[in-house]
């Protein structure tokens, strides 16, 4: 074997580096013997280490002949589920959407609590990549999520207006979206730019829809110039 061919080069030059050290230097002749010795023990230890390395690598390789590769491996494991590649790699990009609302927290909870039930009934989330995240991560992350009240009330100080409520932090951080305030307490609001201290008013959170809507009115806002 090329292996045994190395090593014993190996030895080889190490035994005539040190017949070579041997001869610059002045030995008695039991020195001599007992140097020589010392290095045929060497020599046999070596050898023997070589054998057993031999005997190891022709057993690894027979074992390995009877070992599937990864790609066998997997597409049996696929059939025993009854899915194919793709729907592994679909499966595995609705799990990664489904990850990021949840994490972002785009609701309603409810509905990706659906979205997650749905994930877990898929025999695909019985693969060792997706078992954990699925049925025990995801899920944490979900049942740690506190969703807000989906409808909020504000009273009305003096100084207010839809604008300046909608626009506060803890409403939607966007005067633009004073629409919706306006749409929910029509009982209340005959004109839109009438409104009176001690009113009580609804604050209904935003849809994702309605999020992006002001959203893009407020980044293409652009004031009028000052005269």
């Known amino acids: 074997m090329k ?42 230890s070596l050898t023997t280490e070589i054998t057993t390395l031999n005997t190891d690598i022709t057993n690894l390789t027979a074992q390995s002949k009877g070992i599937q590769n990864y790609d066998d491996c997997m597409n049996e494991l696929y059939t025993m589920i009854g899915a ?73 100080v003096k100084g207010d207006c839809l604008w300046r409520i909608a626009k506060k932090p803890e409403h939607y951080g966007n005067g633009f979206a004073w629409p919706v305030i306006y749409s929910a307490n029509r009982d209340q609001i005959k004109n839109p730019d009438l409104i009176f201290p001690k009113q009580t008013f609804k604050i209904p959170n935003l849809t994702e829809e309605e999020k992006s809507k002001y959203e893009k009115l407020k980044m293409n806002y652009k004031p009028a110039p000052v005269q």
Not at 9 to 29: N, R, Y
């Open 3 to 44: 292996f045994s061919k190395y090593f014993l080069g190996v030895l080889s030059l190490m035994l005539i580096f040190s017949f070579s050290l041997l001869a610059q230097e002045k030995m008695t002749k039991d020195e001599w013997e007992a140097e020589m010795a010392r290095l045929k023990t060497q020599k046999e």
């Open 84 to 156: 194919s590649k793709s729907d592994v790699d679909n499966f595995g990009n609705a799990v990664n959407e489904l990850s990021g609302k949840i994490n972002r927290k785009e609701g309603p909870k409810a509905d990706r609590q659906k979205d997650l039930n749905a994930l877990k009934m898929n025999k695909i989330s019985a693969l060792p990549e997706y078992f954990d995240k699925v049925q025990n991560q995801m899920q944490k992350d979900l049942d740690s999520w506190v969703e807000e009240p989906t409808v909020k009330s504000y009273t009305v």
